[in-house]
T-cell receptor, first 112, second 115 residues
């Protein structure tokens, strides 16, 4: 079982460059999430999608955009990367019946 | 509104010693509570959860946690630490009603296990 798959695993960008982080889940979950993880800060929610066709801002949405392409896929886009966006990014989906989140392995992004 | 406080960003124990990771929460509605574990260079995975059934919850790898409403706590314990337990542990809270599926995570506690 693949679960939640994120690509790429690593990325280095220069300030001002753009990129899209991809996420796909094969568990037929309705809700999906994007988090960033920084040392000492835990996980902070960037955006989430309660269901296909809907997206909402989380705690730290500035500088990011998202697209819920279909039920499986939820992408995160950085239009103009900044050094403050250097972080580890995690995608997750949730089994609502069990209230359990499933996480991808993460994307480690460095912005120089 | 909900929040989680994990006391201690790092906890260091010897192999075979008791593990105690502290978590206190606040929630305006009855909560669901979770502990997730993150091994190096991996995503988070569920260790155990409390969903208003038994207050003592058993999880994987010998971990357990007790929900204490009067203390608003959900501390994680393991009687005997193993080297393989070294990881980052996150406590999380989610409302048990209202249809919100947005958990709030604590800042994490890094468990260090010495031989």
């Amino acid at each position: 079982n693949a679960g939640v798959t994120q690509t790429p695993k690593f990325q280095v960008l220069k300030t001002g460059q753009s990129m899209t982080l991809q996420c796909a889940q094969d568990m037929n979950h309705n809700s999906m999430y994007w988090y960033r993880q920084d040392p000492g800060m835990g996980l902070r929610l960037i955006y989430y999608s309660a269901s296909e066709g809907t997206t909402d801002k989380g705690e730290v949405p500035n500088g990011y955009n998202v697209s819920r392409l279909n039920k499986r896929e939820f992408s995160l886009r950085l239009e103009s990367a900044a050094p403050s966006q250097t972080s580890v990014y995690f995608c997750a989906s949730i089994d609502r019946a069990k209230n359990i989140q499933y996480f991808g392995a993460g994307t480690r992004l460095s912005v120089l | 509104a909900q929040s989680v406080t994990q006391l201690g960003s790092h906890v260091s124990v010897s192999e075979g010693a008791l593990v105690l990771l502290r978590c206190n929460y606040s929630s305006s509605v009855p909560p669901y509570l979770f502990w997730y574990v993150q091994y190096p260079n991996q995503g988070l995975q569920l260790l155990l959860k409390y969903t208003s059934a038994a207050t003592l919850v058993k999880g994987i790898n010998g971990f357990e946690a007790e929900f204490k409403k009067s203390e608003t706590s959900f501390h994680l314990t393991k009687p005997s630490a193993h080297m393989s337990d070294a990881a980052e542990y996150f406590c999380a809270v989610s409302p048990a009603s209202g249809g919100s599926y947005i958990p709030t995570f604590g800042r994490g506690t890094s468990l260090i296990v010495h031989p």
